[in-house]
């Protein structure tokens, strides 16, 4: 199992920016494809950004613009970047990992590892 940790949450005023981190092991990125993810109140868990099949990154639409996923592969660590942030940002959000083969990632829902969570509450 892989070992994922997330910081950087907190409570910001809409139109405000977080930076969240992911630190895991030493070159799991080398077989692994990580994402973020988050679960809203009341809402199902759902993809926010993440590696997707061949390398590709994955927006989810309701952030495109306003988030940045990157790899820091020196330091072992995910990190999104978030700006402009709504109200409907608000969420726990969680780092996640599944294998790759072959160059496609496996299934986050089905397949992932996951991160304790760290939340982030938007204030209008």
């Known amino acids: 199992q892989v070992q994922l940790a997330e910081s950087g949450g907190g409570s910001v005023q809409a139109g405000g920016s977080l930076r969240l981190s992911c630190a895991t092991s030493?070159?799991?990125?080398?077989?692994?494809?990580m994402g973020w993810f988050r679960q809203g109140p009341g809402k199902e868990r759902e993809g926010v950004a993440y590696?997707?099949?061949?390398?590709?990154?994955t927006y989810a639409d309701s952030v495109k613009g306003r988030f940045t996923f990157s790899q820091e592969n020196a330091k072992n660590s995910i990190v999104l970047q978030m700006t402009n942030l709504e109200p409907e940002d608000t969420a726990v959000y969680f780092c996640?990992?599944?294998?790759?083969?072959?160059?496609?990632?496996?299934?986050?829902?089905?397949?992932?590892?996951w991160g304790q969570g760290t939340q982030v509450t938007v204030s209008s």
């Open positions: 590696m997707d099949d061949y390398d590709t990154t």
């Open positions: 030493r070159y799991i990125y080398m077989t692994h494809c």
């Open positions: 996640a990992a599944v294998r790759r083969a072959a160059g496609r990632c496996r299934d986050y829902v089905q397949s992932a590892d």
